[in-house]
């Protein structure tokens, strides 16, 4: 094998300046500025700034403040409209983002941490608004979603897994994220939610946007979410709760109708039911298959596995029901997309607070990123709306240009036979 070097100033991340280019086009700096103040005088660089190195970093394949001076300088300082700043500058200003964590005492005297950045949710609707991502006389469909991050970090509590970790929610209008909260792992998602739910509906409300319907899993089966959720949009869908009076109530359906979901045989029924031992009565569509070991359970009196979906909506069919809540499944894959595509898996800082300013900056990231894959699939094929981050940066980031300055203007040189010019049309 031979080999040949060049000294020539070629560089390998040419597409981020389409990306820069983009985050200029949608005037991004004047948004974020705005919302977050301005810096001291004497600053170098401003919080837009800051969040437009932290998105490059991580459209470049980074996961840490770190890679931009360990990997990515050069590549940032030759890409358009960058003013790259050093990794501990890119900390401090998180740090200066973040506020005093809430704690509140439960009942059975459990501290629970709770941090809401309520800047940069705000931001965050701010930036959404911005790519046209709401129609304003639409009602639209929400999601709520909590999990559990396992990290060993200063502040981290064990939760139910008996493992450190952090415990999110996120609350989503499609595949976009419109709200984020933080709490230490030991907080159980149910403890003030129908809290964290209010403020959820009031900022979507301040920002003039409509919810119709709401979809939730079974850390909302509380009494207090279901009242709020009602009060705030026109239907709800929440995974209900089991208990013995159900169960018996159930003992009493003769006729169960044989339907297919997901390629998949079960059995389903509706009926009418006042849980938590209320007046207020609500439909419960139940469905029901075979366990894998033919067992019978000793409080059921049968071998089956029982689902229930707790609902206001008297319109659907219960196949419908189901399938519609089933839909929300796509709002646990923001999480996936968090951790493994946009560092939620790398938090940088010991405490709960700082590092829900990184997690709610690179949750805005997410956004913006389905926005722009979105386009720029339109306007290319070898671009899909569909690809993940990692595949995007491979298809569309990697791509060796060099800038050429001729009769005083700047010209971008791609080594590629790809119609990347398409893109700015």
């Not at 629970?112 to 609707?125: F, G, Y």
């Not at 230490?184 to 403890?191: D, H, P, Q, R």
């Not at 920002?207 to 279901?226: E, L």
């Amino acid at each position: 094998m031979k080999i040949t070097t060049s000294l020539e100033n070629i560089h390998s991340f040419g597409g981020l300046n389409f990306v820069s280019n983009e985050f200029k086009t949608l005037d991004f700096a004047q948004i974020i500025d705005n919302q977050l103040g301005n810096r001291s005088p004497f600053a170098q660089y401003s919080y837009s700034d800051i969040l437009k190195n932290m998105w490059m970093i991580a459209f470049a394949g980074g996961d840490c403040a770190e890679d931009i001076q360990e990997h990515l300088k050069t590549e940032l300082q030759n890409t358009i409209d960058m003013n790259v700043s050093s990794p501990d500058t890119i900390l401090r200003v998180q740090q200066e983002l973040a506020s005093a964590t809430k704690i509140i005492y439960s009942k059975a005297q459990v501290e629970n941490q709770i941090k809401t950045n309520e800047n940069l949710n705000k931001l965050n609707l701010s930036i959404l608004k911005k790519l046209n991502v709401f129609n304003q006389h639409k009602y639209h469909d929400l999601d709520f979603d909590n999990q559990f991050i396992a990290t060993e970090k200063y502040d981290a509590k064990k939760g139910y897994k008996m493992i450190h970790g952090y415990f999110p929610s996120v609350a989503s209008i499609g595949r976009n994220t419109v709200y984020f909260e933080n709490r230490n792992g030991n907080s159980n998602v149910k403890f003030e939610q129908h809290e964290t739910l209010e403020n959820v509906f009031t900022l979507l409300k301040t920002n003039n946007i409509k919810i119709g319907r709401a979809r939730m899993d079974c850390g909302s089966f509380t009494q207090n979410v279901i009242e709020k959720v009602a009060s705030h949009c026109k239907i709800f869908y929440i995974r209900a709760q089991k208990c013995e009076d159900l169960l018996q109530q159930l003992k009493s359906v003769t006729t169960w109708q044989t339907i297919e979901i997901n390629h998949k045989k079960v059995e389903v029924c509706s009926l009418n039911y006042k849980p938590f031992k209320k007046e207020t009565s609500y439909r419960y569509v139940i469905s029901r298959e075979p366990n894998d070991t033919g067992q019978v359970d000793v409080f059921q009196q049968d071998s089956f596995i029982y689902r229930a979906i707790i609902t206001n909506d008297s319109a659907l069919s219960k196949q419908e029901v189901i399938e519609f809540y089933n839909q929300r499944g796509a709002s646990e894959k923001i999480f996936d997309e968090l951790n493994n595509d946009f560092g939620w898996k790398h938090l940088p800082f010991s405490f709960l607070n700082q590092n829900t300013v990184y997690m709610m900056i690179m949750v805005m990231c997410r956004n913006f990123y389905l926005y722009l894959v979105e386009k720029i699939s339109e306007k290319v094929t070898f671009i899909k709306s569909s690809f993940r981050l990692k595949k995007f940066i491979f298809r569309f980031v990697v791509v060796p240009s060099k800038w050429i300055k001729k009769s005083g203007q700047k010209t971008l040189k791609l080594f590629t036979n790809m119609p990347y010019h398409l893109v700015l049309t």
